[in-house]
């Protein structure tokens, strides 16, 4: 029997969506453990044992310091620990951020842009439709053509970017908006990958519908579940390990 790769759920104080990371990445084959921000900042030498790392998302520090801003510092401020996270991601290990864990991923420069607070200065709760870009060099949406379904809850979502069209480019636009833009993110951009492809970060919530039960009309179509990143995501740590 096949060994299921490892995959480290990253949660900080506040994070609420760890748990249902973990699950996401245990139906889609991986044995998820969950990890504190400060306990990796102790045993850096945990993220070298792992084949995926989900940075989960959820109010981290109730958002008060800034959205991701702290779980950031946290994740940063060791040099120990950022030079295995930056090994991480260069040994091409996949490794997911959502919501405040993409904040997170873009105030540690291990993806482009930044975030910034909703347009029109709401907090936004909502199920939105996201589709993947085809161009995209993600290996987290490769092979994905339906919209996913999935909710949002985000004060500060909005997606910028100096070059959109040059992002999309070169292929490092992973998610657009399909349903209508919650927030003003720039190009309806939903979600971003690095340039090599392995690294995603997405403001809604794709852990929050891994099955079709939690959809809000019930019974949704299985190509619309949130689990088929995960299942990508899974299956490239599984090709890594």
Known sequence: MTARPTALVVAGPGTNRDRDLALALELAGADAKIVLTSELAARPGLLARAALVGIAGGFSYGDALGAGRMMALDLTAGSALAEALTAFVASGKPMIGICNGFQVLTRTKLLPGALGHNAHGRFECRWVQIEPDTASNSIWTAGLTDAIHCPIAHGEGRYVHPDPAGL??????????????????????????????????????????????????????????????????????????
């Open 168 to 241: 999309a480019a070169d292929g490092q636009v992973a998610l657009r908006y399909r349903s209508t833009n919650p927030n003003g993110s720039v190009a309806d951009i939903a979600g971003v990958t690095n340039a090599a492809g392995n690294v995603l970060g997405l403001m809604p919530h794709p852990e929050n519908h891994i099955v079709a039960r939690q959809h809000p009309l019930g019974g949704a179509d299985p190509a619309n579940l949130g689990l088929q990143l995960f299942r990508n995501g899974v299956r490239a740590a599984a090709e890594c390990s």
